[in-house]
Antibody, heavy 120, light 111 residues
Framework: EVQLVESGGGLVKPGGSLRLSCAASGFTFSSYSMNWVRQAPGKGLEWVSS????????YYADSVKGRFTISRDNAKNSLYLQMNSLRAEDTAVYYC?????????????WGQGTLVTVSS | QSALTQPASVSGSPGQSITISCTGT?????????VSWYQQHPGKAPKLMIY???KRPSGVSNRFSGSKSGNTASLTISGLQAEDEADYYCCSYAGSSTPWVFGGGTKLTVL
């Protein structure tokens, strides 16, 4: 069974940093692209960042470019999101999501999410 | 990259059919047959319902169908059931620089 479990969320002050993790199991992690998608309270989904299976290709939404860094450790079946210079508007539930990569472009499995709150 | 445009809400009675539209541009929906649709119940993670415009993942009811015309994709739910009440989001591949763009979401109410 495919499982994605996020962790690392919490309360952080504006300008602070946080590192999110996503532990994957039930599939060959190194064969899939992975993504972070966030959802502000009461709002819609927003794609944040993507990383290809071998970390060769990395993309960011303009809203987080230069502040967030996505990475992965295929040996540990884990995905990460380092978030720096956090702003109030980064407050959201952060989901990790798998996509098959290649010609396939969709998110077939999602984690349960971890809440990040940026507030003084 | 701007968000795709969805109606804020739609409603229907049990047994009826509804359609949710998702309008993008020639840079996203119009350029790729790579629209996906997600269902999200309150407090839950999104669930893939349709991918590549009209394909259903294993386990998704055939009451859910997708289509596309020009820059607009659509999700149709037939034979509405109470458990279909949820938020629905469309998403399109938008090219290599900013790969994905989501719609703003549509709240489906089953009357």
């Amino acid at each position: 069974e495919v499982q994605l479990v996020e962790s690392g969320g919490g309360l952080v002050k504006p300008g602070g940093s946080l590192r999110l993790s996503c532990a994957a199991s039930g599939f060959t992690f190194s064969s899939y692209s992975m993504n972070w998608v966030r959802q502000a309270p009461g709002k819609g989904l927003e794609w944040v960042s993507s990383i290809s299976s071998s970390s060769s290709y990395i993309y960011y939404a303009d809203s987080v470019k230069g502040r967030f860094t996505i990475s992965r450790d295929n040996a540990k079946n884990s995905l990460y999101l380092q978030m720096n210079s956090l702003r109030a508007e980064d407050t959201a539930v952060y989901y990790c999501a798998r996509d098959p990569g290649g010609a396939a472009r969709f998110f077939d499995y999602w984690g349960q999410g971890t809440l990040v709150t940026v507030s003084s | 990259q701007s968000a795709l445009t969805q109606p804020a809400s739609v409603s229907g009675s049990p047994g009826q059919s509804i359609t949710i539209s998702c309008t993008g541009t020639s840079s996203d929906v119009g350029s790729y047959n790579l629209v996906s649709w997600y269902q999200q119940h309150p407090g839950k993670a999104p669930k893939l319902m349709i991918y590549e415009g009209s394909k259903r993942p294993s386990g998704v009811s055939n009451r859910f169908s997708g289509s596309k015309s020009g820059n607009t994709a659509s999700l149709t739910i037939s034979g509405l059931q109470a458990e279909d009440e949820a938020d629905y989001y469309c998403c399109s591949y938008a090219g290599s620089s900013t790969p994905w763009v989501f719609g703003g979401g549509t709240k489906l109410t089953v009357l």
